[in-house]
């Protein structure tokens, strides 16, 4: 990234400086961008503007440590995706794992009805997918949506995102084709520091963003 830059505007210039590291995907037939909901599909909506290919969602919701939300201990995405960190569940209670899991299962189920409103997802086999996000912290989240698309048999799988941390593409590294992250500083203590406007997405917010895609 230029070393003028240092921080993004908003997620709307996050997906343009994003979109020029994927250049050569544009106006390819057989690539389709998947956005993380919430915060991810303004980003992705950019980036699937600048290159020409289909937008869709898919629903991934991190599994937060009990009294440790904050904390990633997995994720869950559309289909049954599920990534498990051992090393932050030792001290987890089964009941209450299987608690966490369903109430994320059930976010998932209203974010489908919400934003697809009818839609049918996308057909991923032989595709290449684009899975994007404003942001790689643990990335956690994106293990599980690189599980679900390879278990939709997706060809080939890039993850990009405008900031991430280096531990986490790092990680991703060994699960996609392909990582996009421009920029990863050396410590990243929380996603939203590297924006000058960071407000929560809607879900207003969202459905208008896949509509006009």
Not at 11 to 33: E, N, P, W
Not at 144 to 166: F, L, M, N, Q
Not at 181 to 210: G, H, M, N
Request: aromatic content about 4%; some cysteine; overall charge negative.
């Amino acid at each position: 990234m230029s070393k003028t830059l240092h921080r993004f505007a908003d997620r709307v210039h996050a997906g343009r400086y994003v979109a020029r590291s994927l250049g050569s995907y544009t106006d390819r037939g057989d690539v389709v961008i998947l956005a993380l909901p919430r915060g991810g599909v303004p980003v992705a909506a950019e980036v699937a503007r600048a290159l020409g290919v289909p937008l869709d969602v898919l629903m991934v919701r991190k599994l937060g440590v009990p009294g440790h939300e904050e904390m990633a201990m997995g994720a869950i995405a559309s289909g049954g995706a599920l990534i498990i960190n051992e090393v932050q569940t030792l001290d987890v209670d089964p009941e209450d794992m299987k608690r966490i899991i369903a109430r994320e299962q059930a976010e998932i189920d209203r974010q489908e009805f919400l934003f697809r409103t009818g839609r049918p997802r996308i057909e991923l086999r032989g595709k290449t997918v684009i899975l994007m996000d404003d942001g790689l912290a643990t990335g956690s989240t994106m293990r599980a949506a690189v599980k679900s698309v390879r278990e939709s048999g997706a060809a080939h799988v890039i993850v990009a995102a405008p900031v991430g941390s280096v531990e986490a593409c790092r990680s991703l590294h060994t699960v996609a084709d392909e990582v996009v992250c421009p920029l990863q500083p050396p410590s990243l203590r929380s996603i939203s520091e590297w924006y000058k406007d960071f407000p929560q997405t809607t879900d207003a917010e969202v459905q208008a963003l896949l509509h006009e895609a």
